[in-house]
């Protein structure tokens, strides 16, 4: 079992950055690729970002690409997410998600889901 806490969410204006920090327990992060995905509120929950066990790999959702950089410190059991010139459509609540096998966007894949962290984003 993996439990994932994530933190970081607020309110932002337009063009601002925010870095999510997303902290695993009970089992060591490195045994699983990470991604991040978003709610907002009416919609599915999106894809954003996904990084491999060992870090040499991230894949990224089509409308956070050279926006967003997500990256990971296995020795602290962390995963971030760095979100520079934020736009209102960035609004929602943020996710982290570990699968053991091969992340993908495809969220049904993921075991283990934190609760989420809010972010808004004013114009």
């Known amino acids: 079992q993996v439990q994932l806490v994530e933190s970081g969410g607020g309110l932002v204006q337009a063009g601002g950055s925010l870095r999510l920090s997303c902290s695993a327990s009970g089992r060591t992060l490195s045994l699983y690729d990470m991604a991040w995905f978003r709610q907002a509120p009416g919609n599915e929950r999106d894809f954003v970002a996904v990084?491999?066990?060992?870090?040499?790999?991230?894949y990224y959702g089509d409308s956070v690409k050279g926006r967003f950089t997500i990256s990971r410190d296995n020795a602290k059991n962390t995963v971030y997410l760095r979100m520079n010139s934020l736009k209102p459509e960035d609004t929602a609540v943020y996710y982290c998600?570990?699968?053991?096998?091969?992340?993908?966007?495809?969220?049904?894949?993921?075991?283990?889901w934190g609760q989420g962290t809010q972010v808004t984003v004013s114009s």
């Open positions: 990084i491999r066990k060992s870090a040499d790999r991230t």
């Open positions: 998600a570990a699968t053991a096998g091969i992340g993908t966007p495809n969220r049904a894949q993921y075991e283990y």
